[in-house]
């Protein structure tokens, strides 16, 4: 069975000190790792996507990389705007179009 | 930026009856997509939408769930007889192209309560 799972559940951070958020997936044939930012009462909003072992994305303070079994999402210097849910979904071989979530990193920045 | 417009926001209704959940996708995008999130869960994929017909679908989009593009801009799941569990975020998504990693725009979602 497909499998995302994240860690931490939830992870305080004072403002300008950096963390990284794990996911690790259990998926047969992964086609491609997904983040998503939610904010409270919204639906999940795109970050990146990632295809293979090796590969890294980055937009503002967020870098993206993954491996054979996880990814990473790391947050350099987080401001109080960055606090949301931070989800990661795989997408496996075995389907076109649906996507297997974790349930989600809820980070907190304090300023 | 263009966006998903899901209506209503909320949603309450008895055990039994049956509702319908809108959404308007992003109007140059060919396929569509139906999630939901119980309280406290992981947000869990229903069914996919391309050209008129489910090309997708899970184990919990059985016979009591069903999807129609009554015209060009609408995409509508109607769930029959709702049980308590049906309670949930139910999230609509679509996508520009068939590409198996194409990213997703969800929708702020619709909040169904059972009662």
């Known amino acids: 069975e497909d499998q995302v799972t994240q860690s931490p559940e939830a992870l305080r951070l004072q403002e300008g000190e950096s963390s990284s958020l794990n996911c690790s997936y259990t998926?047969?044939?992964?086609?491609?790792l997904f983040w998503y930012r939610q904010d409270p009462g919204k639906g999940p909003e795109f970050l990146f996507t990632?295809?293979?072992a090796g590969e890294e994305k980055e937009k503002e303070r967020l870098k993206a990389t993954l491996t054979k079994k996880e990814s990473f999402l790391h947050i350099t210097a987080p401001k109080p705007e960055d606090s949301a849910t931070y989800l990661c979904?795989?997408?496996?071989?075995?389907?076109?179009?649906?996507?297997?979530f974790g349930s989600g990193t809820q980070l907190t920045v304090l300023p | 930026e263009p966006e998903v417009t899901q209506t209503p926001s909320h949603q309450v209704t008895q055990m039994g009856q049956e509702v319908i959940l809108r959404c308007v996708p992003i109007?140059?995008?060919?396929?569509f997509y139906w999630y939901r999130q119980i309280l406290g869960q992981k947000v869990e994929f229903l069914v996919s939408?391309?050209?008129?017909?489910?090309?997708?679908k899970s184990e919990i989009f059985d016979d009591q769930f069903s999807v129609e593009r009554p015209d060009g801009s609408n995409f509508t799941l109607k769930i029959r007889s709702t049980k308590l569990e049906d309670s949930a975020m139910y999230f609509c998504?679509?996508?520009?192209?068939?590409?198996?990693?194409?990213?997703?725009?969800f929708g702020s979602g619709t909040q169904l309560s059972v009662l």
């Open positions: 939408f391309y050209n008129n017909e489910i090309s997708e």
């Open positions: 979904a795989a997408s496996p071989s075995g389907s076109a179009r649906q996507l297997t």
């Open positions: 109007s140059n995008h060919l396929y």
């Open positions: 990632l295809y293979s």
């Open positions: 998504a679509s996508s520009s192209r068939g590409a198996t990693n194409e990213k997703l725009f």
């Open positions: 998926v047969s044939g992964l086609r491609g």
